[in-house]
């Protein structure tokens, strides 16, 4: 792939690809589809393309841009309804609406203690067994796991072959066959836990109270559920898992703002904003097509053509955050797009927070002296997915 082609990868972890960093707001550049885009990397641009009704997510339309082309294969062979993330209005408002009650502040407030209590025991197993350990394996990963498969209703004894399948089917270097056939297999898998929760609805989970809601508005889908499914536990598992671990990098490789945590652990909450803005993890899930004339940063986007947001780049403009390459958690970064922005913003980013969150106070509570066991350079980043994170993060104490 040329230089040129986007996408582009990471080459420091603690920042975004390199060309990013020339971009202006709104230029023009090539996809690996062979397709032209306009990569849109202003802070305000990212805002206002985002929250346009003439920007659609859609991705059954023929102009969609093809970031991916081997997920495209596989979204296509699976033949699989797209989610509410994929729709424009009014469709999106109808499925959003009987998704948004579920992950509000107060509602997921209500998680807190249980949320808790599994990363204690993570963490605990972690300091029984041998070192050094990989914190991916035993705390990045089974966290948001477990949390989303408790929410959802899916048995947590099936999250090693879910996590199979996400990493196959997020990875940007995954063999087209295999990536096609772990989404097909997720896919299957959902289906009957769907079926099941239909024919036996109890509303303890979240899923069972979906199926509910839709059986009553009259607008159940079984194919539709699936997808939405689907969407829930990929976004709820893959980010958070991805953030748990760049955090921690994050902070033990700037022990200045790690110590600032610790002199105040009340800044927690504002150090996990900070990481999201840092990082930045789904910066390529923002693909989008217009499907009218716009003006965005100067340039006319015409019908019919490719835009991509890209997050990593406006949360790093200096019109919007004063020293956007530093680590600051002290920083009030709330406004950051990390989550997205507009009516596709991430349902589940109140979760994420909590997580984050609980996962650091206690992380760096119970264990003071934790470390990395490899050097920064020799560590497993994913420079090959839809989302940025680690493969293995090797720490010991």
Known sequence: MADDTFPWRRTCPFAPPEQYKDLPPVSRHELASGRPAWLVAGYEEVRQVLSDPHISSDRTRPDFPVVFPAAQRALGKARVKPSYGGMDRPEHTMHRQFVAGEFTVRRVETMRPRVRAIVTEHVEAMLAGPKPADLVEALALPVPSLVICELLGVPYEDRDDFQRRTRLILSRGSDPRESTEAFVGLMTYLDGLVTAKRERPDGEDLLGR?????????????????????GLLIAGHETTANMIALGTVALLEHPDQLAELRRDPALTRNAVDELLRYFSVADLVTARVATGDIEVGGVRIRAGESVLSLGA?????????????????????????????????????????????????????RVPDLRLASALEELPFKTDGIMFGLHALPVTW
């Open 313 to 365: 780049a406006a949360d790093r403009d200096p019109a919007a955050f004063d020293r956007p390459d530093e680590l600051d958690v002290r920083r009030d970064a709330a406004h950051h797009v990390a989550f997205g922005y507009g009516i596709h913003q991430c349902l589940g980013q109140n979760l994420a927070r909590m997580e984050l969150e609980i996962v650091f106070d206690t992380l760096f509570g």
């Open 210 to 230: 979906l199926i509910a809601k839709y059986v009553e508005a009259g607008v159940y889908d079984r194919e539709q559920m699936v997808s939405l499914a689907s």
